[in-house]
């Protein structure tokens, strides 16, 4: 059985939990010379990662494979003559090419939402070409979800001038069709799906093995086919099911590895939203949103993010600092001014954090970024040609020795970088300097990123407690939480540990009353990620908080930084009575109580109606951080369970679209384990 899609969530597959590992490469022409011979080592490079990649029963089917390349003017020029279709200069249309139903009249249907959507945003439409594919040589799994293949063409509306407008008008065409035809009733809309749409770069790839690509695209064969670049990839697609459309590469980068924040980075990233703006896309921007897709991958998740931010005016470099920043925070040997930018900037974005080896183009300059752990292989060879093959790992092209300049391998956080327009490779260190020196940062957040440490007052009054045990019997505490779990972190100050599995029954099925806590289980990245050291861990982790009002991250400015900065997740009674009463900076703090007198289930659903209802007004007042306390829990008033209080809050502040403009902090008796 294959999939066009993601299959629905059903029993213990989840399509949240879609991570890949695999083989990823590019090799570039350092002045931009366009040839087929890159195209030709981009494919012998692809072949080679072809251990990387995966099959599944099916030995001619493999989890994807393909490769990017920048858009061949000669070569789409003269196949279009053929087909009675003129092109104009190059740069002067955008193309792509789009995975089609099946189905022939879903498949005109589908060509008419690109019709009239192109025409509606000014452009114009210049025809299609069935691509040629050669699907003998493909298994059966891949062969049965098959779409139709075809390539089309867009030209650019002659009053718009700058190629970089022309990329965002190609971008907003994109995903309005996209949205329309996901929402439409036809049967086969999981077959459609656009690879990209550029006058830069085009994509060929598909449910297939490394050493099928040229095989089963004919262009590829094609010697007229040239590019001063290639970047290839081959899937492993770890737990998931491998799909045409999330073969890589993607619009802008191929990724080995996984996102293991991925679901708490979308869900940021949705909450802030509604506030996105763009005077480069003014009132187009609500068009491309939601700018994360639904049932994509890890890969394809970060692919969306680094696409709207690059589209938004951000440099290749400075989007992907942004997303996977180097570990800054312990550094004692990094220049102030880049320390100032990293501290900048997590204002701005939590980091896309995994193990990952990312590379990434626009189809002018390339480059490859390692995580901050540096927990995914990623090699170079730099040739006395002009040459640069990155891979995930040497033994991709057969060269030389004498004719190797250098080479070397990329570091934890650290950057390869090749800008073709000026014919140069330029150092990670050149580019952090240059990104971190334009604009005042330091200024920035000494003027108005608050620290906690510096506010806090010491000595704060004990609150009265003359008898601890009814509070205790009120939070459901037994002598195990107490003895094992509360004790030992008292004493050491280091969580408790245990060993030989966790064998614990689920808590639905005790006859004793659970925690809401304990109907949960903490989620964790499988197959790839090695053990964390407690040396490493130091090095290269951060608890770090910054929390207030979130702004519009495609602008830069002072007010991302008007946050308050706090060292840890779990804070003191001096600091949380900081916060309560905070005054500095514009910052107000409410305190709403999550208690409720019990009788029936109404009046919990009621108490939490009111805790929302009064998060939300705070918002409209101001404020920029909310206290959720059940202090003052008695006979007749019963305390809501804290994680159903602040999830209830999240998401009714998510719906209404303004989640990202407060932080939620919780005074609570029942939190009493390091992953409550």
Not at 134 to 147: L, N, V
Not at 548 to 563: V, Y
Not at 622 to 636: A, H, M, P, Q, T
Request: proline share 5%; net charge negative.
């Amino acid at each position: 059985m294959g999939y066009t899609r993601f299959p629905k969530r059903q029993g213990l597959y989840d399509p949240r939990f879609e991570h890949d590992s695999c083989g990823v490469g590019f090799v570039c022409d350092i002045k931009g010379a366009r040839s087929n011979d890159t195209v030709r080592k981009g494919i012998e490079v692809l072949e080679r990662l072809g251990h990387r990649g995966a099959v599944g029963a099916d030995p001619k089917t493999g989890d994807g494979a393909g490769i990017l390349i920048q858009v061949p003017h000669g070569f789409c020029k003269a196949v279009c003559a053929d087909k009675g279709i003129t092109l104009p200069g190059e740069g002067e249309y955008g193309t792509g090419i789009v995975f089609m139903p099946s189905d022939a009249s879903e498949r005109e249907y589908c060509e008419e939402i690109f019709a009239k959507t192109v025409k509606k945003e000014g452009q114009v439409l210049l025809g299609w070409r069935d691509v040629p594919v050669d699907g003998s040589i493909i298994g059966k799994t891949a062969r049965d979800t098959q779409p139709v293949i075809r390539q089309v063409f867009i030209g650019k509306n002659k009053a718009i001038n700058d190629k970089p407008v022309f990329e965002r008008k190609l971008y907003i065409v994109r995903r309005v069709i996209e949205k329309e035809i996901g929402a439409s009733a036809i049967k086969q809309k999981d077959f459609f799906y656009i690879t990209n749409l550029s006058s830069r770069t085009i994509s060929y790839k598909g449910l297939l093995m490394p050493d099928q690509v040229k095989d089963y695209y004919l262009d590829l064969k094609d010697t007229r086919i040239e590019s001063a670049l290639a970047l290839v990839h081959s899937r492993y697609s770890t737990n998931t099911f491998p799909t045409w459309d999330l073969a890589q590469p993607f619009r802008f980068l191929a990724h080995n590895g996984e996102i293991n924040t991925l679901r708490g980075n979308i869900n940021w990233f949705r909450a802030g939203e509604r506030l996105l703006a763009s005077e480069l896309f003014g009132n187009d921007i609500a068009k491309i949103k939601p700018v994360i897709v639904e049932r994509g991958s890890d890969s394809a998740t970060i692919d969306n993010v680094f696409e709207l931010l690059t589209l938004s005016g951000r440099s290749l470099a400075h989007a992907m600092m942004m997303l996977i920043p180097v570990a800054w925070e312990q550094d004692r040997s990094m220049e102030k001014d880049l320390k100032e930018f990293y501290k900048y900037h997590a204002c701005l974005m939590e980091p896309w954090d995994g193990p990952a080896a990312i590379a990434f183009t626009d189809g002018v300059n390339i480059g490859a970024i390692l995580d901050r752990n540096g927990l995914r292989p990623a090699r170079y060879i730099v040739t006395k040609s002009g040459t640069v093959i990155m891979a995930s790992e040497v033994g991709v092209q057969d060269i030389d020795p004498s004719e190797i300049s250098h080479s070397g391998r990329l570091e934890p956080g650290k950057m390869l970088y090749i800008d073709t327009s000026e014919g140069r490779i330029i150092d990670d260190a050149e580019i952090k300097k240059t990104l971190s020196a334009e604009k005042p940062y330091g200024e920035w957040n000494r003027e108005h990123l608050v620290e906690l440490d510096d506010l806090v007052r010491t000595g704060v009054t004990k609150k009265n407690e003359p008898d601890i045990f009814p509070n205790l019997k009120a939070f459901g505490y037994t002598r195990e939480d107490l003895n094992v779990i509360i004790k030992t972190m008292a004493e050491t100050g280091k969580e408790p540990i245990g060993s030989m599995g966790n064998d614990t029954p689920h808590a639905f099925l005790s006859k004793r009353p659970q925690m809401l806590y304990d109907h949960f289980k903490q989620l964790f990245a499988q197959v790839t990620n090695p053990a964390i050291d407690p040396i490493r861990e130091e090095l290269v982790m951060s608890t770090d908080n910054y929390i207030g009002s979130g702004k519009n991250i495609l602008n830069d400015g002072p007010e991302h930084c008007h946050k308050l900065r706090v060292e840890r997740p779990i804070i003191t009674n001096e600091e949380l009575e900081t916060i309560r009463d905070i005054s500095v900076n514009g910052f107000k703090t409410k305190c709403i109580y999550t208690l409720f007198r019990p009788g029936t289930v109404d009046d919990l659903k009621q108490a939490l109606e009111r805790i929302c209802f009064e998060a939300e007004f705070a918002i409209e007042q101001g404020y920029s951080f909310v206290i959720l306390s059940d202090r003052g829990v008695n006979k007749e008033n019963a305390a809501l369970p804290a994680l159903l209080a602040v999830s209830a809050v999240h998401h009714h502040l998510v719906k209404k679209a303004i989640r990202s403009q407060i932080s939620l902090i919780v005074e609570s008796g029942e939190p009493r384990e390091v992953n409550h």
